[in-house]
């Protein structure tokens, strides 16, 4: 398991963040259901994807762009 590496702002900003995303994920996947294609199901498939992970990481306390050396605010 990484080491954690954010406080807990860094972890409620990558909640909330995860939480929108998915939840834009889902209503653009709602709204477009009968016809997904193109660049739609990339943008769903993104957004989920890119939730998901912000959940992981403020669930765990850990960034990954922190790991990377990388200096954020939060």
């Known amino acids: ?7 807990h702002r860094g972890r409620f900003i990558r909640l909330g963040g995860g ?3 998915l939840l834009m994920g889902g209503t653009l996947f709602l709204l477009h259901l009968p016809k997904l294609y193109d660049l739609r199901v990339t943008l769903v498939v993104l957004l ?5 992970f912000s959940l992981y ?3 765990i306390g850990w960034c990954a762009i922190r790991a990377l050396g990388i200096k954020t605010r939060w």
């Open 1 to 7: 398991m990484p080491a954690c590496n954010i406080d």
């Open 19 to 21: 939480v929108i995303s």
């Open 48 to 52: 989920a994807a890119g939730g998901t």
């Open 57 to 59: 990481e403020g669930l």
